[in-house]
């Protein structure tokens, strides 16, 4: 990765203009870019790749932003000086799945959490080591040669959609469903009964526990903050990746994830 693409990724990331000295702090804690001779990146060095690719970034004041596919120049700040966020900025769909898939970007649970934006964005979850999965998922890992567990989109807000309701289980998500039917939990027989919707099981608040702590043990993750082509781009990674746990859209669905879920929603709606 050059200077220029890892300086894109940080701002993508971040989902704001950042400054220089900001933006070397960044590069520098992460391994998407490194010099020759192995030192820091300096800001002054992160100004001229800035300066040098003017069809890429643009410079408000000491805010670095990054302009449009078309070379439209982004918004500049407004009086109160406020950041300008890559969600307004119609970004290059290849850039934000290269970014969002990197295998470099993903970290744990705790180093992210205090991270994720009560804004619109994409994520996606994978596995530490596969073999902490039954034989026959793991298998199938191997077989892709990958460790994508899960690629989703939150249309409002990835603080509530993907870390709340996905990892924490405070509401309907997906994933947390999933995962926990994957791990051989079931939701508690009849629970389901008399709810307006009959495919949203739960599972007891012990097993809930029980599955976020082996989501916080096993699990690396990584999401973007962006608005841009929300649901074509999620459609296209799913279909590109073939990640483990997706249902939808996904062609290379595994009958035993719909098996253990279908198995969720019969004993929850009093059927089994």
């Known amino acids: 990765m050059t200077l220029h693409e890892a300086i894109q990724q940080a701002l993508l990331k971040a989902g704001k203009s950042l400054t220089a000295p900001e933006i070397a702090e960044i590069l520098n804690a992460n391994s998407w870019y490194s010099k020759k001779d ?6 002054s060095q992160v100004g001229a790749s800035i300066k ?10 000491t805010l670095i932003g990054l ?24 970004l290059d769909p290849k850039l ?31 596995i530490k080591d596969p073999k902490a999965l039954d034989i026959v998922f793991s298998n199938v890992l191997a077989e892709r ?7 989703g989109s939150a249309s409002k807000n990835l603080q509530k959609q993907f870390f709340e309701q996905e990892l924490r289980a405070k509401g309907h998500g997906t994933f947390f469903r999933t995962m926990g039917a994957v791990l051989g939990y079931l939701p508690e027989p009849g629970s389901l009964i008399g709810k307006s919707n009959q495919n949203n099981y739960k599972f007891s608040s012990e097993n809930e526990q029980e599955i ?13 903050a962006t608005s841009t082509d929300l649901n074509s781009i999620e459609k296209q990674l799913i279909k590109e990746h073939l990640p483990l746990l997706n249902l939808a859209e996904n062609p290379g669905v595994i009958n035993n994830v719909r098996v253990m879920r279908n198995k969720c929603k019969v004993i929850a709606q009093g059927n089994d």
């Open 52 to 61: 040098g690719n003017p069809h890429l970034f643009t410079k408000t004041n």
């Open 212 to 224: 976020i702590q082996w989501i916080e043990e096993h699990l690396i993750f990584n999401w973007i």
């Open 145 to 151: 040669n990958h460790t994508l567990l899960y690629i």
């Open 67 to 90: 302009k449009t596919t078309e070379g439209i120049i982004a918004k500049k700040s407004t009086p109160k000086k406020k950041q300008v966020s890559v969600n307004n900025i119609g």
């Open 38 to 43: 192995g030192s820091d990146i300096k800001s």
């Open 96 to 126: 934000l799945m290269k970014v969002l898939i990197n295998e470099k970007n993903f970290k744990s649970l705790s180093e992210c959490e205090k991270n994720i934006p009560n804004g619109p964005g994409l994520y996606a979850v994978r």
